[in-house]
């Protein structure tokens, strides 16, 4: 048993105060405190990360977003911010004077508001299946991409490429490395991570087969979880420098690679405007 003396009684009391003042900050903000921005009514302002080198967004969710903006034609404008939302994550959306975060609340706010259903043709084994493919998006296969960004890459390749500075690129290792521990993939080896990554991919690839989007040919197909699984995608088919896992679904899955190229092709006219620019790194796919 631990004996109460004086020493023990102050660090105990220190842990109390600590883990209070922890809570404390920890409890969510009110949600005017993120309303920094105005915009004309009915548009979206939609909180991001800056440019990147080769596709418009670092973040998987900040492309699925945009992207379900673009399908569903609703009139947004981008802050390129950085300024975490009412949960500490990027992206975030306000709008009408609501501040709304995640993704997926996001697009569930919007459904709502503007009366929205990309999913409406959908039969309900399809929709069932698009729900899976989308939780093994958003729970399986982005683990991966930070797995290879923030673990195996050790030159940090993409981060050095966006120019942020060593320190900041030194601690979101650091901050990742305990989050993907915690998480348990971080427990793996770089050929265990590859081979669950292949194991999500095939099965989508099959999925797919040859149509151009997950649920048909036609640009009026595309769903929700073709924003989501295009979100991921995208990053994992062109935003991977020094990881060989682009090389690796050109090669193994080039139905996927397709699906990317068709969505950028009937959603992002822009692609290209949107990148970042830095000098001597242009194209850098
Ligand atoms: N479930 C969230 C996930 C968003 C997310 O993980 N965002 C990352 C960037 S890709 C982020 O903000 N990370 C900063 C952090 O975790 O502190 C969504 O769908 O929006
Ligand atoms: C890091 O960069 C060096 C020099 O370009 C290269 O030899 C090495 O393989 C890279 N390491 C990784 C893990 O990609």
């Known amino acids: 048993m631990l004996e109460l003396n004086f020493f023990n009684g102050v660090a105990l009391l220190l842990v109390v105060v600590v883990v209070g003042v922890w809570r404390k900050r920890s409890q969510p903000k009110p949600m005017e405190s993120f309303l920094v921005s105005s915009a004309p009514k ?83 084994q399809q929709s069932a299946l698009g729900h899976l493919i989308r939780r093994t998006c958003e729970d399986s296969l982005y683990w991966v991409l930070l797995m290879w960004r923030l673990v195996f890459d050790t030159n940090s ?80 088919v062109w935003q991977m420098p020094g990881c060989p896992v682009q090389e690796n679904i050109a090669k193994k899955y080039p139905n996927l690679v397709n699906f990317c190229e068709n969505m950028k092709t009937a959603f992002w006219p822009d692609w290209d405007d949107r990148l970042l620019q830095a000098a001597g790194t242009a194209s850098c796919k």
């Open 42 to 124: 009915d548009t979206v302002v939609l909180h991001q990360y800056g440019a990147a080198p080769s596709v418009p967004s670092i973040s998987p969710f900040v492309m699925k977003l945009e992207t379900f903006l673009r399908v569903a034609d609703i009139p947004y404008v981008n802050k390129f911010d950085r300024w975490p939302g009412p949960k500490g994550k990027l992206p975030w959306i306000q709008y009408n004077q609501l501040a709304v975060p995640d993704s997926q609340m996001c697009i569930e706010f919007l459904n709502q508001e503007r009366c929205i259903d990309l999913n409406k043709k959908l039969s309900v």
């Open 157 to 236: 390749t993409i981060y050095n490429r966006m120019s942020i500075p060593k320190p900041i690129i030194w601690y979101m290792r650091r901050l990742a490395h305990g989050r993907l521990w915690s998480q348990g993939i971080g427990r793996h080896s770089e050929q265990e991570v590859t081979k669950m990554m292949e194991d999500d991919l095939a099965a989508i690839s099959r999925m797919m087969g040859e149509h151009k989007f997950l649920f048909g040919d036609s640009r009026d197909c595309v769903t929700e979880f073709d924003c989501a699984l295009f979100g991921q995608l995208c990053q994992l």
